[in-house]
């Protein structure tokens, strides 16, 4: 199983652009990467998800660059909602082959 | 949210004694996951299932076990519970965020169930 690294926390002010990066040295030739956020007492919600290059969709951008050894999910102009814990998950779910990295808590404020 | 239902959403028990979580979704999703969240380590796989009867352990299992005995159902058992199984357990199903790519499955979670053994 591919081991992912992300940073503890990040704090951010409402209206900038945030970059979480994750690291996965040894993700497979298969795995795919998934972003997801969570809000205290609910569970993880999916954001975006890539395989390589860049991927975008109405609420963040991913960055995967050509070894695929990290990613970088981008949340472009954050507001107070969007503080939450961010995580990578790198793997294949369906074949239980997949491992969340701890999560990144990121607070924007006012 | 995918029709996931989680019960009991709280339950307080003690060492021993055996503790049983539900996750019940109305989806007809073939794949269906438990997970385990606790702090300093995010969500940890204990066991999932790729159809009726069909299961398979992940890397957090021992003191864990699972049935499946119709799509709709997936309990967790704890046969004897310990104070390091106080947790919050998450199930989730999967399903395709693009049309049916392999590989490109995406996890949606219920709320959860807190579980404290005292």
């Known amino acids: 199983l591919a081991k992912t690294t992300q940073p503890i926390s990040m704090d951010s002010y409402e209206g900038q652009e945030v970059n979480i990066t994750c690291s996965h040295n040894?993700?497979?030739?298969?795995?795919?990467i998934t972003w997801y956020q969570q809000f205290p007492s609910q569970g993880p919600r999916f954001i975006i998800q890539g395989y390589k290059t860049k991927v975008t969709n109405e609420v963040a951008s991913l960055f995967i660059p050509a070894d695929r050894k990290s990613s970088t999910l981008s949340l472009p102009r954050v507001s107070l909602s969007d503080t939450a814990v961010y995580y990578c998950?790198?793997?294949?779910?369906?074949?239980?082959?997949?491992?969340f990295g701890d999560g990144t808590t990121l607070t924007v404020k006012p | 949210d995918a029709g996931i239902t989680q019960s009991p959403r709280h339950k307080v028990t003690e060492t021993g004694t055996p503790v049983t979580l539900r996750c019940h979704q109305t989806?007809?999703?073939?794949?269906m996951y438990w997970y385990r969240q606790d702090p300093g380590h995010g969500l940890r796989l204990i066991h999932y299932?790729?159809?009726?009867?069909?299961?398979d352990k992940g890397e957090v299992s021992d003191g864990y076990s699972v049935s499946r005995s119709k799509t709709e159902d997936f309990l967790l058992t704890l046969e004897s519970a310990t104070s390091s199984q106080t947790s919050v357990y998450f199930c989730?199903?999967?399903?395709?965020?693009?049309?049916?790519?392999?590989?490109?499955?995406?996890?949606?979670f219920g709320a959860g169930s807190r579980l404290t053994v005292l």
């Open positions: 989730a199903i999967s399903e395709s965020a693009s049309g049916g790519a392999s590989g490109a499955n995406v996890l949606t």
């Open positions: 299932s790729y159809g009726v009867k069909d299961t």
């Open positions: 040894n993700i497979a030739t298969n795995d795919y």
């Open positions: 998950l790198v793997g294949v779910p369906n074949a239980g082959k997949s491992t």
């Open positions: 989806e007809n999703h073939r794949y």
